[in-house]
């Protein structure tokens, strides 16, 4: 079975310094991979995707860049972390095409910039 | 563009008590699915169920149904008989097409339910 691992769970960061943020996959190949922030208070709001290996897009102009080294990891990073850059955030992946395509979560990692 | 839209910022019920949760979505697509999700404290979003814009059925899984009204966008869910396990954010979300990466969930601010015992 299919399985989504992301951590870490908590991380407190200063403002200014960096971040990485880890996702894999497991059981499956060629998956789509999503990375979301959940704002306090607020919906998801996607960050990035990608559809393949060193494939990105980016849907919101920000502080942050998501890489993707091999088919079942998905990074998220920034070079200087800002305090509005806190939230939980939240891996994602998803396979195929379809009516029966459907979007698998992590557990999140709750990001407090201080 | 599209939307969605969760009204209801915090719901507070009493277990055994049924609840509605009120989703409303704006899109211009003519193919589109709709999408509600369970965020337990843990923060795991738990995928509920999915429904395509062709399909107006009213769908019914346990002590959840949910009600899709094309006429006047809305994705309604129900919990019946509410128990406190149920105590969780519950978000809708959109999305157009047929799948793929590119078609990407649009997610409402979600709705959170405190069932009290």
């Known amino acids: 079975s299919q399985t989504i691992h992301q951590w870490p769970a908590t991380l407190v960061q200063p403002v200014g310094s960096p971040l990485s943020l880890e996702c894999t996959v497991e059981?499956?190949?060629?998956?789509?991979l999503y990375w979301y922030r959940q704002a306090a208070g607020r919906g998801l709001q996607l960050l990035f995707y990608s559809v393949g290996i060193g494939q990105i897009s980016s849907e919101v102009p920000q502080n942050l860049s998501a890489s993707r080294p091999q088919d079942r990891q998905f990074i998220l990073s920034s070079k200087k972390l800002l305090l509005s850059d806190s939230g939980f955030y939240l891996c994602a992946w998803s396979v195929g095409v379809g009516p029966n395509e459907k979007l698998f979560f992590g557990s999140g990692t709750q990001l407090s910039v201080l | 563009a599209q939307k969605v839209t969760q009204a209801q910022t915090e719901i507070s019920v009493v277990e055994k008590e049924d609840v509605t949760l009120d989703c409303v979505y704006e899109?211009?697509?003519?193919?589109?699915?709709l999408f509600w999700y369970k965020q337990p404290p843990s923060g795991e979003l738990v995928f509920l169920i999915r429904r395509n814009s062709f399909d107006e059925q009213n769908e019914i899984s346990g002590r959840y149904s949910w009600n899709f009204q094309k006429s006047t966008s809305s994705f309604n869910f129900t919990i019946t008989a509410s128990q406190v396990v149920d105590s969780a954010v519950y978000f809708c979300?959109?999305?157009?097409?047929?799948?793929?990466?590119?078609?990407?969930?649009?997610f409402g601010t979600g709705t959170l339910l405190a069932v009290q015992p």
């Open positions: 059981g499956t190949s060629n998956p789509n």
């Open positions: 899109t211009r697509d003519t193919t589109y699915y």
């Open positions: 979300a959109l999305r157009k097409g047929y799948g793929g990466a590119t078609n990407k969930l649009i």
